[in-house]
């Protein structure tokens, strides 16, 4: 296969997946009166602790600035706080609070509730299998872009 029926793949498998989960998601997740990026930053920052804006921004594949006013109005609703590090006061720190940690916990008991019967027609072996699929993609695209990094640096 060569790269260009690679893409086309590639662009066709991400554009229906995409469409997919933002079909089944988003109305439950928007419903809570967040946004689909908006709930992307508290699951990382719920998963991994207080996080810098730019750590955020590299998370979710946004732009520093765009981090931050999600993050401010993430603040607003009382779902996030901000906080400057006491180490260097430049950097702002983002962590859950316990009323984001429960929208979180409602989110995520509506959408078990109604996708779990779906997922269980699949076995262990199959989620195993994309798993699988989806880290040899990973590594397809990391030595992309590390060729393409390479090729960039002799320039």
Do not use: Y
């Amino acid at each position: 296969m060569d790269i260009r029926e690679f893409q086309a793949h590639m662009w066709a498998l991400f554009r229906s997946i995409t469409l997919g989960m933002d079909s089944s998601l988003r109305p439950i997740i928007e419903s809570h009166g967040v946004t689909m990026t908006q709930m992307r930053i508290l699951i990382e920052v719920d998963q991994r602790g207080e996080l810098t804006v730019g750590e955020i921004s590299q998370a979710i594949g946004s732009a520093p600035g765009n981090s931050s006013a999600m993050c401010k109005t993430l603040e607003k609703k009382g779902l996030v706080s901000r906080n400057r590090s006491l180490e260097d006061e430049r950097i702002v720190l983002i962590a859950i609070t316990p009323a984001g940690s429960t929208l979180l916990k409602l989110i995520e008991g509506e959408l078990s509730s109604k996708f779990d019967p779906t997922l269980e027609q699949f076995s262990a072996e199959d989620f195993e299998e994309i798993i699988s699929g989806m880290e040899k993609l990973r590594k397809v695209v990391n030595s992309l872009h590390d060729a393409f990094e390479t090729n960039q640096a002799r320039r």
